[in-house]
T-cell receptor, first 113, second 112 residues
Framework: IAGITQAPTSQILAAGRRMTLRCTQD?????MYWYRQDLGLGLRLIHY???????GKGEVPDGYSVSRANTDDFPLTLASAVPSQTSVYFC????????????FGSGTRLTVV | SQQGEEDPQALSIQEGENATMNCSYK?????LQWYRQNSGRGLVHLIL?????REKHSGRLRVTLDTSKKSSSLLITASRAADTASYFC????????????FGQGTRLTINP
């Protein structure tokens, strides 16, 4: 089934630990995105990639890093987790940046304690 | 401050009634999109309307866009219990249109 796969679905993480959230799509979409969703704050863009090999910073990039080595994968890394990074993280993709709808993954619920 | 803001924040109606949600934004856009999110799930794309379009339809959904007022509305006709979800508008800005900016959503509840 074409779409986006995120892993893990949920995780409890000790503060200070490093964590990588995985995101894989099989639609050959050029653009990929990471958002976090928090109650009362909506969805906020963390990082994006318009095409393989390029990345850019979104609205709330601090504490996060991404890479886009190929078209399909767009992992998000928390170098040293803090409790304020407790959130639901969504990966999304679109055929091209800017003019197409997004396909979202099912999300990763991360709790930093 | 948010680029897109939905109104109302919450809406509760009876099954069979029409539901209207509004979205206002601040800066010029390339396009505006509406998404649905069921509880605990990812967002699902519903409809995209470009800045040079005024109205689009998809099944029971009707979206309008008024660029002079910087506003959009989503109408769901003949609502069903399965329409219960949160609905988000998202704008692709004219400047830097590579990424969407989401509003905080309208929580829609359809009562049987």
């Amino acid at each position: 089934i074409a779409g986006i796969t995120q892993a893990p679905t949920s995780q409890i993480l000790a503060a200070g630990r490093r964590m990588t959230l995985r995101c894989t799509q099989d639609m050959r979409h050029n653009a990929m995105y990471w958002y976090r969703q928090d109650l009362g704050l909506g969805l906020r863009l963390i990082h994006y990639s318009n095409t393989a090999g390029t990345t850019g910073k979104g609205e709330v990039p601090d504490g996060y890093s991404v890479s886009r080595a190929n078209t399909d994968d767009f992992p998000l890394t928390l170098a040293s987790a803090v409790p304020s990074q407790t959130s639901v993280y969504f990966c999304a993709s679109s055929k091209e940046a800017g003019s197409y709808g997004y396909t979202f993954g099912s999300g990763t619920r991360l709790t930093v304690v | 401050s948010q680029q897109g803001e939905e109104d109302p924040q919450a809406l509760s109606i009876q099954e069979g009634e029409n539901a209207t949600m509004n979205c206002s934004y601040k800066t010029s856009i390339n396009n505006l999109q509406w998404y649905r999110q069921n509880s605990g799930r990812g967002l699902v794309h519903l409809i995209l309307i470009r800045s040079n379009e005024r109205e689009k339809h998809s099944g029971r959904l009707r979206v309008t866009l008024d660029t002079s007022k910087k506003s959009s509305s989503l109408l769901i006709t003949a609502s069903r219990a399965a329409d219960t979800a949160s609905y988000f508008c998202a704008t692709a800005l004219l400047q830097g249109a590579q990424k969407l900016v989401f509003g905080q959503g309208t929580r829609l509840t359809i009562n049987p």
